[in-house]
C-alpha cells in the first residue's frame, strides 16, 4: 500500500503554536522531509523526535521529489516541513504534492501557522477578499512590473520581504500604487512582534534600519473601488439609482445632484426625467 504525504505546518517563531496533531504526525511518520534538516532538526529536538531526515529545499525540489515518490510507493509515510510556516506557502512543496497526485499517493495538510494569515487577521485592514502575492522577484524590472499589474486592485494585498529589501520595496509601492495605507506586520508571534499601520510614505520616514520578519500588507484601491460602485450604479435604472442614496437618507435634491454626477450628465436632464415620471 502507497505510503501518505503529510504537509505539516510548523510554527513560524513561537515553538508553542504548533499542533498536537502535527506532532503526532512527525512522532509517527517513517520519514521527514525538511527545506532546511538542521533547523527541523532543533525543533524535533525540542520536541524529543528523533526521525529519518531527507532534505527538499527549492534548488532540488524536482530530483528530491522523484526520491521521496519511490518512497511513498514504498509504503513510507512522509511529512513534509519548511523552515516556518506551513510548506507550499512561499515554501516548497508544490511540485512534491503535484506529483504525489498524480501517483494517487494521498495528500494530508496539517494545519497551523502561515505567517499571511496572521498579519490579515490583526491588519486591521479588510479580511473579507485579499490577494497574496508571496515574494516579488528580486529583479527589479519584473518587481515594478507586478506592481504595475496590481495597481487597480481593489482587494487587500498581501506581500512577504526580506528585511534588507524592504525600503527599496516601499520606494517602489509609494511610487506606483501611491500613499496608500499599508501594515507591517513584524516578528509574529514573537518577543518583538509589531504592527505598524500608517501611510508608506510616514512609514518610510520613520524607519532606518529594519530587523526581523515582515508581511507588508497593503489597503486595496480605494479609487477604483470607487469605479466599481459608480459603474454597478450607472448599470441600474435612474429609479434603482435614486433608491440607492435614498436609503442612504439623502434628500431628494442632494440625490439628484449624486445622480447626475455619477452618470456624467446635467442635473437638470434628472430632475427633468423624475418630474415627467410623475
Ligand atoms: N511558509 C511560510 C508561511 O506559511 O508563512 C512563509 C515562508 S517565507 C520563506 C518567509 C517569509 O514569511 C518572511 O520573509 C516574511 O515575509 C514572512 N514571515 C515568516 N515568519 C514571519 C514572522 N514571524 N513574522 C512576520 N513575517 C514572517
Do not use: W
Not at 498536537?20 to 529536538?45: F, P, Q, S
Not at 442614496?245 to 434628500?251: E, S, T
Amino acid at each position: 500500500m502507497n505510503g501518505k504525504l503529510y504537509l505539516v505546518a510548523t510554527p513560524i517563531g513561537n515553538l508553542e503554536d504548533i499542533t498536537l496533531r502535527a506532532l503526532k504526525i512527525l512522532k509517527e511518520v517513517d520519514i521527514i522531509a525538511a527545506e532546511d534538516t538542521r533547523h527541523t532538526l532543533g525543533l524535533l529536538n525540542h520536541f524529543e523526535i528523533s526521525k529519518p531526515l531527507i532534505s527538499y529545499y527549492k534548488q532540488n525540489e524536482k530530483s528530491k521529489s522523484e526520491i521521496l515518490i519511490k518512497k511513498l510507493l514504498e509504503g513510507n509515510n512522509i511529512a513534509l516541513v519548511s523552515d516556518a510556516g506551513t510548506p507550499g506557502i512561499s515554501d516548497p512543496g508544490e511540485e512534491i504534492v503535484r506529483k504525489a497526485i498524480e501517483n494517487n499517493i494521498d495528500v494530508i495538510p496539517i494545519p497551523g501557522c502561515s505567517a499571511l494569515i496572521n498579519a490579515l487577521i490583526a491588519s486591521g485592514l479588510p479580511t473579507k477578499e485579499f490577494l497574496f502575492i508571496g515574494f516579488l522577484s528580486a529583479l527589479k524590472k519584473e518587481k515594478r512590473e507586478k506592481l504595475e499589474e496590481i495597481k487597480y486592485e481593489t482587494r487587500t494585498i498581501i506581500l512577504y520581504e526580506a528585511p534588507h529589501k524592504l525600503k527599496d520595496t516601499l520606494e517602489c509601492i509609494l511610487e506606483i500604487l501611491g500613499n496608500r495605507k499599508i501594515v507591517l506586520a513584524r516578528e509574529l508571534t514573537k518577543i518583538h512582534e509589531e504592527f505598524i499601520r500608517d501611510t508608506v510614505s510616514n512609514i518610510l520616514s520613520q524607519i532606518e534600519e529594519v530587523k526581523g520578519e515582515f508581511v507588508i500588507l497593503i489597503d486595496g484601491n480605494i479609487e477604483s473601488q470607487k469605479d466599481v460602485e459608480k459603474a454597478n450604479l450607472n448599470d441600474k435604472t435612474l429609479e434603482e439609482h435614486y433608491d440607492f442614496y435614498d436609503r442612504q437618507g439623502l434628500c431628494k435634491k442632494e440625490i439628484i445632484k449624486k445622480i447626475a454626477k455619477d452618470r456624467d450628465v446635467n442635473k437638470n436632464e434628472i430632475y427633468q426625467y423624475f418630474i415627467n415620471k410623475k
